[in-house]
C-alpha cells in the first residue's frame, strides 16, 4: 500500500518543468503608437471600436508672444487654454470632460510666465490617441506657433509635474547689456560730462519711449497684435514690420558682409534653417526679413550689422566691449553664486522669507557661449535647477546684468540670498527666456523596463528646428523694432533700485516691495510654485 501511495507522487514529478516553461515572458515595452487589438473592444457586431483612454506624456514648443503665459487662466490667452481646446477638437478629450482638466489627470512639467517660450514643455494626461494620426490631428488643430512633437506611453501613476527632477531654461541677453557704458541712465549721463569717460545721450531710446506708438502704451493690445501676425503669417512688407515673429527666416552658417537691407528687399520666400557650432559660437543671420527702427521709420532704411548691432551709434558704443574671456570669467563667477540651495525670497513676489517653498535648488548656471541672430550678439545662459518660482529667473539675470554692468557690488547676490535681508531685485524682460528642456531621469531609470524613455532624444532635431524659426528670430527683431532690453537698461539706476548701493551687512527691511518695470508700471501677480 505505501508503494501504491508513493506511486502517484513519482509520477507527477515531471510536469514541474512544463509548469517553469509556460511562466509569463516579460512585458514588453509600451510604444508610443496605436492600440493593439487587446486594447479595444466592440459593443456589438458592426458597431464601432471603441478606444479606451491612455496615459501618455505630450512634448511639444511654443512661442508665448501674445499670450499670458502657460497655466490656464479664466478670460486670459493662455498656451494650455489652447492646447486643452485642441484636445477636445481632436477627439482625445470626451464633450462631458471639455475644461475639466482634473478628470483627465492633467499636469505639466512647468509653468511660464506672459511672453515667455518654450521648446521642451511636457505635460501628461488620459486621452483618446486612436485612431492614428493623434499628433497631426492636434497640430491641424493649433496655431503654427504651439507644434506637437510627439507623445509617449507612462504609468497610470505618472505626472509631468511631480515627476520631473530639473528644468533647463535658456535666457538670450544680448551682448550689449552687459557693457556699462552702453544705455546708461540719465542721471549718469549727466553726471559723466566734462569727465574723461563722458557718456553719450541714447538717442534711439529716447525715440522708442516717447515716439514710437506702442512701446509704451497699451501692451495688451500689441501682443493681440502680434499674436495675429504670427497665426496668419506676413502677407506684405508692412505685415513683416508690424510682426513680432517672423514667421518664414532664413537662416545661414554666416553673416554676410555686405548686409544694406531696405523695405524693397524684404520678401515672402519661404526660407531654409541650418546650425552650426564654430568655435562655440552659433552664427544666426536673417538674410531675407530685418523689422527697421521705430516700426520701420523712412529714415531708417538700411541696417549695417557690424556697426549698429545694438541699434546705437558708433559714439555712442564706443568703449569697444566684447563678451572675451575676461568678460566671460567674470559674468560666469557672478551665476555661479546662484549655484546650490538658497532663500530665494528676493527673487519673488508674495513669498515669505521663512516660506519653505522660497529654499529652491540651482544646480548649474553657465554662460560661456554665443549666438549670433540677426546681426546681433547674444550669450546663452543655461540654467539648470529642480523647480523656480515666479520671476526667479528674470530676478536672478537682472541682478547678475546690474552687477556686470557696475550698478551693484557682487557681494550683494549673497545679501539678497539670506533669509533676514529684504530687497528689491530687477526683472529682466521676459522675451529673452524660453524653457529648453524637462528630464524625468528618476522615472526613467526606475520604469526602463517597461515603458519608453520620457526625454526629448527624439525631438531634437524638431524643436532646433521650432526654435530657430520662431523663437530666436522673435527674440531678435523684438529687440530690433522696441528695444526691450535698451529700455530695460535704462532703468537700472540707484534712483528706481536704491538697494542696488547696499554696501553693509545689514539690508533694507520693507514689506510692500516696487516693481520697476521698463514701463514704469507697478503690476501684482499671484505666486505659482512648481
Same mark, same amino acid.
Given at each position: 500500500m505505501e508503494n501504491s501511495d508513493k506511486t502517484p507522487s513519482i509520477s507527477s514529478s515531471p510536469a514541474l518543468p512544463s509548469a517553469v516553461a509556460e511562466e509569463p515572458a516579460t512585458k514588453k515595452v509600451k510604444m508610443s503608437t496605436t492600440t493593439s487589438d487587446d486594447e479595444g473592444c466592440t459593443t456589438a457586431e458592426g458597431s464601432k471600436v471603441r478606444y479606451k483612454r491612455r496615459k501618455v506624456a505630450i512634448f511639444f514648443a511654443y512661442c508665448g508672444v501674445g499670450y499670458q503665459g502657460m497655466q490656464k487662466n479664466p478670460g486670459a490667452k493662455t498656451i494650455e487654454g489652447e492646447l486643452e481646446e485642441a484636445l477636445y477638437v481632436s477627439g482625445a478629450v470626451p464633450e462631458q470632460d471639455r475644461g475639466l482638466s482634473k478628470r483627465y489627470d492633467w499636469a505639466r512639467s512647468a509653468r511660464t510666465d506672459k511672453g515667455v517660450s518654450a521648446v521642451g514643455q511636457v505635460v501628461s494626461g488620459r486621452f483618446y490617441i486612436d485612431p492614428p494620426g493623434f499628433v497631426d490631428r492636434l497640430n491641424s488643430n493649433l496655431p503654427s506657433q504651439i507644434r506637437i /512633437?510627439?507623445?509617449?506611453?507612462?504609468?497610470?501613476?505618472?505626472?509631468?509635474?511631480? /515627476?520631473?527632477?530639473?528644468?533647463?531654461?535658456?535666457?538670450?541677453?544680448? %551682448?550689449?547689456?552687459?557693457?556699462?557704458?552702453?544705455?546708461?541712465?540719465?542721471?549718469?549721463?549727466?553726471?559723466?560730462?566734462?569727465?574723461?569717460n563722458e557718456l553719450v545721450k541714447c538717442l534711439p531710446c529716447s525715440e522708442r519711449g516717447r515716439k514710437v506708438e506702442g512701446v509704451v502704451g497699451n501692451s495688451k493690445r500689441n501682443l493681440e497684435?502680434?499674436?495675429?501676425?504670427?497665426?496668419?503669417?506676413?502677407?506684405?512688407?508692412?505685415?513683416?514690420?508690424?510682426?513680432?515673429?517672423?514667421?518664414?527666416?532664413?537662416?545661414?552658417?554666416?553673416?554676410?558682409?555686405?548686409n544694406h537691407l531696405n523695405k524693397e528687399s524684404i520678401n515672402d520666400n519661404e526660407g531654409k534653417v541650418s546650425v552650426e557650432e564654430v568655435n562655440s559660437k552659433t552664427v544666426v543671420s536673417d538674410q531675407d526679413e530685418v523689422a527697421p527702427i521705430n516700426g520701420g521709420s523712412e529714415n531708417n532704411l538700411?541696417?549695417?550689422?557690424?556697426?549698429?548691432?545694438?541699434?546705437?551709434?558708433?559714439?555712442?558704443?564706443?568703449?569697444?566691449?566684447?563678451?572675451?574671456?575676461?568678460?566671460?570669467?567674470? /559674468?560666469?563667477?557672478?551665476?555661479?553664486?546662484?549655484?546650490?540651495?538658497?532663500?530665494?525670497?528676493?527673487?519673488?513676489?508674495? !513669498?515669505?522669507?521663512?516660506?519653505?517653498?522660497?529654499?529652491?535648488?540651482?544646480?548649474?548656471?553657465?554662460?560661456?557661449?554665443?549666438?549670433? %541672430?540677426?546681426?546681433?550678439?547674444?550669450?546663452?545662459?543655461?540654467? %539648470?535647477?529642480?523647480?523656480?518660482?515666479?520671476?526667479? !529667473?528674470?530676478?536672478?539675470?537682472?541682478?547678475?546684468?546690474?552687477?556686470?554692468?557696475?550698478?551693484?557690488?557682487?557681494?550683494?547676490?549673497?545679501?539678497?540670498?539670506?533669509?533676514?535681508?529684504?530687497?528689491? %531685485?530687477?526683472?529682466?524682460?521676459?522675451v529673452g527666456l524660453?524653457?529648453?528642456?524637462?528630464?524625468?531621469t528618476s522615472y526613467n531609470q526606475k520604469w526602463k523596463d517597461t515603458h519608453e524613455e520620457v526625454s526629448m532624444k527624439a525631438y531634437e532635431k524638431e524643436a532646433e528646428d521650432f526654435k530657430m524659426q520662431y523663437i530666436y528670430p522673435h527674440i531678435a527683431s523684438t529687440e530690433y523694432k522696441e528695444g526691450t532690453v535698451g529700455l530695460w537698461l535704462h532703468s537700472l539706476n540707484h534712483r528706481n533700485y536704491p538697494d542696488l548701493g547696499i554696501l553693509d551687512g545689514e539690508g533694507v527691511t520693507n514689506d510692500k516691495k516696487v516693481e520697476v518695470d521698463m514701463n514704469d508700471k507697478k503690476t501684482e501677480i499671484e505666486v505659482v510654485t512648481e
Open positions: /512633437f510627439g507623445f509617449k506611453r507612462v504609468t497610470a501613476s505618472f505626472s509631468a509635474k511631480k /515627476f520631473c527632477d530639473r528644468r533647463r531654461y535658456v535666457y538670450l541677453i544680448p %551682448v550689449f547689456a552687459l557693457d556699462p557704458c552702453c544705455h546708461r541712465d540719465r542721471e549718469t549721463v549727466l553726471a559723466s560730462l566734462g569727465s574723461e497684435l502680434e499674436a495675429v501676425d504670427v497665426e496668419n503669417g506676413s502677407s506684405n512688407k508692412n505685415d513683416v514690420v508690424d510682426s513680432g515673429v517672423t514667421k518664414d527666416v532664413e537662416v545661414s552658417l554666416s553673416k554676410g558682409d555686405d538700411g541696417i549695417l550689422e557690424e556697426e549698429k548691432v545694438n541699434r546705437e551709434d558708433t559714439a555712442a558704443n564706443g568703449s569697444g566691449f566684447c563678451y572675451g574671456e575676461k568678460e566671460r570669467e567674470r /559674468f560666469n563667477n557672478i551665476l555661479k553664486c546662484y549655484v546650490g540651495t538658497h532663500n530665494f525670497h528676493n527673487f519673488t513676489t508674495r !513669498i515669505k522669507p521663512e516660506d519653505p517653498s522660497a529654499k529652491r535648488f540651482i544646480i548649474s548656471f553657465d554662460a560661456s557661449t554665443t549666438v549670433v %541672430v540677426e546681426g546681433m550678439e547674444f550669450v546663452k545662459c543655461e540654467i %539648470v535647477g529642480q523647480s523656480f518660482m515666479l520671476h526667479q !529667473i528674470r530676478k536672478m539675470m537682472g541682478l547678475a546684468v546690474a552687477i556686470m554692468r557696475n550698478c551693484a557690488p557682487e557681494s550683494l547676490i549673497e545679501k539678497a540670498l539670506q533669509k533676514d535681508v529684504s530687497i528689491t %531685485v530687477p526683472t529682466a524682460p521676459e524660453y524653457l529648453d528642456e524637462c528630464f524625468f
